[in-house]
């Protein structure tokens, strides 16, 4: 009997249940707290890596084209004060006109045009396949029409006649150069090998009359010089929307287009490199080089800054996010002063990539 009253009251209390439960619940919240907050800190990581790998691959795109500018030996400016190859509107905001148009900029980034590049290799011709009189340029796909023993000279299977329109044109030899813009161009009907595309040019607008060293559009006869290549040329403008994303606008047969580049991409920051004693190095870091500096041969390189930004505020995040602020050092841009960091938002974190290219700096 003892025994069996023993084994019957053997058991846990309603009140030990309750401190199980509690003790068990007050484990869980503090293992789903540390969950929520590995996994707050693996997005922001993350964030973190694709803004990096945005920051770099915008950073080396737009060396690349820097690279490129001042083909046909065209100048990065003029002697007249007139920037040709490239142009920098400083620290700008809202609306801004470029070349091409009107465009959205984000607050504080840099408006880059470099122009005077080419997507394809020139084509070549001769000075009498060249007709200001008429606007019109003839390149031939076969050196003597008709003879199967030419030579082809200018591989026009893969040309799409109207992906050139709207973009500039140049005409290269004995280090001279003439600039227009493209208004028609289309093959004449005849067959490969045997193609003829026949180009119309103008004088131009938007960025191609200031590549003419008269300022004025070729006109009235064949030029003086002995023209072996004529090559199209584009004018790409490199800015931050408001949404945060690396735009490039470029001409095109509709007047201008806007391309994505990078997402996540909070400022583009431009600063020249000026040589002001003239033995060859650069000594300055400028945003405000005039084009006659730079057409003195005083500056030889630039240097581009892709400050890139978390798609979101850390500092919104519950956990180890709270209260962040990027440090005001990572938006000081050496040769920028004026460049003020209340004009970025802080909550997030930051990328940044400073990459710099040098300059053909051919002169008149």
């Given at each position: 009997m003892s025994s069996t009253h023993k084994n019957r009251v053997s058991g846990?209390?309603?009140?030990?249940?309750?401190?199980?439960?509690?003790?068990?619940?007050?484990?869980?919240?503090?293992?789903?707290?540390?969950?929520?907050?590995?996994?707050?800190?693996?997005?922001?990581?993350?964030?973190?890596?694709?803004?990096?790998?945005?920051?770099?691959?915008?950073a080396y795109h737009i060396m690349r084209?820097?690279?490129?500018?001042?083909?046909?030996?065209?100048?990065?400016?003029?002697?007249?004060?007139?920037?040709?190859?490239?142009?920098?509107?400083?620290?700008?905001t809202g609306a801004v006109t470029t070349d091409l148009g009107t465009v959205q900029v984000a607050p504080g980034s840099d408006v880059l045009t470099l122009r005077g590049f080419y997507e394809a290799?020139?084509?070549?011709?001769?000075?009498?396949?060249?007709?200001?009189?008429?606007?019109?340029?003839?390149?031939?796909?076969?050196?003597?029409?008709?003879?199967?023993?030419?030579?082809?000279?200018?591989?026009?299977?893969?040309?799409?006649?109207?992906?050139?329109?709207?973009r500039g044109v140049v005409f290269m030899g004995r280090r001279e150069y003439a600039v227009g813009k493209v208004t028609t161009a289309a093959f004449n009907g005849e067959a490969d090998p045997?193609?003829?595309?026949?180009?119309?040019?103008?004088?131009?607008?938007?960025?191609?009359?200031?590549?003419?060293?008269?300022?004025?559009?070729?006109?009235g006869s064949e030029p003086a010089f002995t023209v072996y290549r004529v090559g199209i040329i584009n004018s790409f403008t490199y800015f931050v929307a408001p949404d945060n994303t690396l735009m490039r606008?470029?001409?095109?047969?509709?007047?201008?287009?806007?391309?994505?580049?990078?997402?996540?991409i909070g400022s583009l920051q431009v600063?020249?490199?000026?040589?002001?004693?003239?033995?060859?190095?650069?000594?300055?870091?400028?945003?405000?080089?005039?084009?006659?500096?730079?057409?003195?041969?005083?500056?030889?390189?630039?240097?581009?800054?892709?400050?890139?930004?978390?798609?979101f505020d850390v500092r919104d995040l519950s956990g180890a996010g709270s209260g962040w602020q990027e440090p005001v050092a990572t938006f000081q841009i050496e040769g920028d002063p004026a460049l003020s960091a209340t004009l970025f938002n802080r909550g997030a974190k930051w990328r940044r990539m400073d990459v710099t290219a040098g300059l053909r700096n051919f002169t008149l």
């Open positions: 846990f209390t309603l009140i030990e249940l309750l401190v199980a439960v509690g003790l068990l619940a007050i484990v869980f919240v503090g293992i789903l707290n540390m969950l929520d907050t590995s996994t707050t800190v693996s997005k922001v990581e993350g964030a973190l890596a694709d803004t990096q790998e945005n920051v770099r691959f915008a084209t820097v690279r490129m500018t001042g083909g046909g030996e065209m100048p990065f400016a003029r002697d007249d004060g007139t920037w040709v190859c490239g142009r920098l509107l400083n620290n700008e290799p020139p084509f070549f011709t001769n000075r009498f396949d060249v007709r200001p009189d008429l606007g019109k340029i003839t390149i031939r796909e076969r050196r003597q029409k008709g003879d199967a023993s030419s030579d082809v000279i200018n591989p026009l299977a893969g040309v799409d006649p109207n992906s050139l329109v709207g045997d193609r003829q595309l026949e180009i119309y040019y103008d004088g131009g607008d938007g960025p191609w009359p200031s590549l003419n060293p008269t300022g004025a559009a070729l006109s606008q470029r001409a095109d047969s509709s007047g201008s287009r806007l391309e994505p580049v990078a997402v996540n600063v020249f490199g000026v040589d002001t004693t003239g033995d060859g190095m650069i000594d300055t870091w400028s945003s405000t080089a005039t084009a006659a500096q730079a057409a003195a041969g005083m500056v030889g390189a630039m240097r581009i800054t892709v400050l890139g930004r978390t798609p």
